[in-house]
């Protein structure tokens, strides 16, 4: 089933006089519950596209279609409403709150939105990452790893219709790094989760079921490995 479809999609940039082309007529869908890499170098338009899939930047032109909805027709409360609930966010740096707790920082998205915590969801989600133990544990008290999982387990609390991480293991070693992507995939496969995954590391980009690759803000490669 169709999730997301990304429509020509383009986004530049102001520089003083200078424009900056991220993104160039980029069109891709999305089917309920694929996991995709999303590789390219340095300033290729990677990152602008999950901003603009997020609802977090506005595209110059083009639209965005999630579960059937237009998201950029949406007003700026709607659009953070969207945010919360229908987009996980994973970043390199955590961006975990240094004085919550791990529990804390992972329901900070329910509470926010004024809902109650799902218990038998939660202690799923902290058996499967790993955690159970340090529920209690603040941010400096974690190690990389275990921070990155708590950022993970932050973005699949609200049971989000598709989760975007920008270079998700760019921070640790490369025991973290397999770790962290084998949790993202049993999430995509156990929640029948949506993920897209921005990487520069060919071998998690190829555990993925399909690469998007980007050049100079255009799709040059657009590959099916598994179903």
Same mark, same amino acid.
């Given at each position: ?41 340095? #300033?290729?338009? *990677?990152?602008?596209?999950?901003? &603009?899939? =997020? %609802?977090?930047? +506005? ?6 279609? @999630? ?65 159970? #133990?340090?529920? *209690?544990?603040?941010?400096?008290? &974690?190690? =990389? %790893?275990?921070? +990155? ?6 973005? @699949? ?71």
């Amino acid at each position: 089933m169709e999730l997301l479809e990304v429509r020509n999609l383009s986004k530049i940039y102001t520089q003083g006089e200078n424009k900056i082309k991220a993104l160039d007529n980029v069109s891709f869908k999305v089917d309920q519950g694929e996991f995709i890499s999303i590789i390219g170098a340095s #300033g290729s338009g *990677k990152s602008t596209l999950l901003h &603009l899939i =997020g %609802g977090v930047d +506005q595209p110059t032109k083009g639209n965005i279609f @999630l579960n059937g909805q237009d998201v950029y027709s949406q007003n700026e409360e709607q659009l953070a409403i969207f945010r919360r609930r229908q987009v996980g966010l994973v970043y390199q740096f955590y961006n975990l709150i240094p004085v919550l707790d791990a529990i804390e920082n992972m329901t900070l998205p329910v509470l926010m939105d004024g809902r109650k915590i799902d218990e038998a969801y939660l202690t799923d989600l902290l058996n499967n990452l790993q955690l159970l #133990g340090r529920e *209690k544990h603040l941010p400096n008290q &974690l190690s =990389g %790893g275990q921070q +990155q999982r708590v950022s993970i387990g932050r973005a @699949l609390m609200n049971k989000p219709s598709i989760v975007l991480a920008d270079e998700p293991t760019g921070n640790l070693d490369s025991k973290n790094s397999q770790e962290i992507v084998k949790l993202l995939r049993l999430s995509n496969q156990r929640y029948n989760q949506t993920l897209m995954i921005i990487t520069h590391d060919e071998d998690i980009a190829l555990q993925a079921d399909r690469i998007i690759a980007l050049e100079d803000g255009k799709i040059i490669r657009d590959e099916v490995l598994r179903r």
